[in-house]
């Protein structure tokens, strides 16, 4: 799909030909002497497009425009969630499967968080997973053009939440794929190709080297599958070696069957998504690669299976991680934090400026945060608020969580340095504190996103997140001395 930012008013819409046109209304729209805008006054008046938020008129082959169909949405406030609201409504009632060109313009001057929330909602709703399906039915959408009133004000985050919709459906694509089809042999190839672009290398290390790095802890989840593990290096160079880089680190666990300590049947599937933020730094590095800002950025995936054969590890067993910590594993199910704390320490070798994990971590943060926003974990006030203002850029929101050196009370344990579980209660914020203990040579921050990388039920399927949030972070990161 290919998106086109264009100058166009109401007059030159009207004359696009075009499968759909969606006209966005502002609140206070002035309408001027043209068709489609007489149109539109009209049926304010009359009442047939209520004043009202992500109401919508359709009209099939109207008169007043060149466009097969037309649908007029009213926003109620021009802001990112207006216009999200809007277009998921007209494209709800507007979209035909045939559906080959569209057009979205804005009646008034579109805002930065306007179009791209625009942009977003159009390829939120086009999407579509084909990779194991037997008669795959594509993305018809070729072109999708988003008319302004005032182009070379919204050009640029025109042109970043193109590049981020790539990274999105890439993450999208690795996220749904199911386990037999995203094996850590075919993540680590995943990487392999984003190397092809020019400022992006990577380096995938098996099981020998990883064992030689002493990784312990990332082993000893490997252990329990008959899929060989894979340690993915990323490397996105964008500025001087001298400049010290930001480090992604991305929980990689394509099945989470949760080992020994087995997880119930019921909607064991979705643990297929426990490699999201693995798919999310993917798909960060396939945006890094279109907008080739000015930064450093390593991605780091400990990818593994948490499976149960005959080696598996078991409740009680003692491993010691890279950095020399032992740790009792009382629960198999918390295998996230054990392959993600071998990362963290393998990330000090970087001399990072600042080191954030995304994890699909703890059912308890999905019990805290639902799936609107990630939790956020981090010491550091510099990083904690920069990380929430890249999501509120990107529409793609989290909420920092504490991190009270009391929470790691439950961490204790009586036969190594520290155990892998805490007890049920704030349980996000347990997994953290573990985490925080690999942590002491940079600033860090932690994403949970259990509850945000993926919807369940009907909807089932990856959301691509926090791709938005990571790459408004990075690239806030540019700009600044
Ligand atoms: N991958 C899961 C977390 C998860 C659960 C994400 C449900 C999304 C939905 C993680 O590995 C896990 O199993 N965590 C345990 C930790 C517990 C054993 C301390 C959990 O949350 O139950
Ligand atoms: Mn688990
Ligand atoms: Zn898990």
């Known amino acids: 799909m290919n998106f086109e930012l264009k100058h166009l008013d109401l007059v030159g819409a009207a004359d696009e030909k075009t499968d759909l046109l969606v006209v966005l209304v502002p609140q206070d729209f002035k309408a001027g002497k043209d068709e489609l805008s007489v149109l ?21 082959r109207p008169l007043q425009a060149a466009a097969t169909r037309l649908i007029v949405a009213q926003v109620a406030d021009a802001g990112a969630r207006g216009v999200r609201l809007a277009m998921l409504a007209a494209l709800a009632q507007g979209k035909s499967p045939t559906m ?28 579509s997973y084909t990779a194991t399906k037997s008669k795959p039915t594509p993305r018809v959408l070729a072109k999708a053009v988003i008319g302004v009133p005032n182009p070379p004000q919204v050009a640029d985050t025109f042109e970043r939440a193109v590049a981020t919709v790539a990274g999105v459906e890439l993450a999208k694509e690795w996220a749904n794929r199911p386990a037999n089809h995203a094996t850590p042999q075919l993540l680590g190839e995943a990487a392999q190709a984003l190397a092809g672009h020019a400022k992006i290398s990577c380096e995938v ?24 593990l894979r340690f993915i290096v990323l490397r996105y160079n964008g500025a001087a070696k001298s400049k010290a880089p930001t480090v992604l680190v991305g929980k990689g666990i394509t099945f989470d069957s949760g080992g020994i300590s087995i997880k119930p049947a019921g909607e064991m599937d979705e643990m297929k998504f426990d490699m999201s933020g693995a798919a999310s730094v993917l798909g960060t590095f396939k945006t890094l690669s279109l907008l080739k800002p000015a930064i450093n950025v390593v991605g780091l995936i400990p990818a593994c299976e948490n499976l149960i054969n005959g080696k598996a590890v078991k409740p009680g067993d003692v491993v010691t991680s890279m950095n020399g910590q032992t740790i009792e594993i009382l629960n198999t199910d918390a295998e996230g934090r054990l392959v993600l704390c071998d990362a963290l320490t393998y990330a000090e070798r970087f001399k990072p400026r600042a080191v954030v994990d995304i994890a699909t971590l703890t059912g308890a943060c999905v019990v805290a945060l639902g799936a609107v926003r990630s939790g956020m974990f981090s010491g550091n006030d510099e990083i904690a608020q920069s990380l929430a203002a890249a999501g509120e850029r990107a529409q793609d929101l989290c909420w920092r969580m504490p991190l009270d050196e009391e929470y790691a009370e439950g961490l204790k344990s009586n036969f190594a340095d520290v155990a892998n579980i805490g007890g049920r209660a704030g349980g996000a914020i347990t997994a953290a504190k573990f985490l925080q203990r690999f942590t002491e040579k940079f600033p860090w921050a932690h994403l949970d996103i259990a509850g945000s990388a993926w919807k369940s039920g009907a909807q089932k399927g990856a959301t691509g997140r926090p791709v938005g949030l990571l790459v408004e972070f990075l690239l806030s990161q540019s700009t600044d001395k």
């Open 205 to 228: 290390l098996g099981p020998k080297e990883v064992a030689k790095l002493g990784m312990g802890s990332f082993m000893a989840v490997a252990q329990g599958s008959d899929q060989p």
């Open 100 to 127: 080959k060109r569209l057009v979205v313009c804005f009646a008034a001057a579109a805002k930065e968080d306007a179009v791209r929330a625009a942009v977003n909602a159009v390829a939120e709703v086009t999407y």
């Open 40 to 60: 539109i006054a009209s049926a304010l008046k009359t009442g047939d497009l209520e004043a009202a938020a992500g109401k919508c008129l359709a009209l099939f």
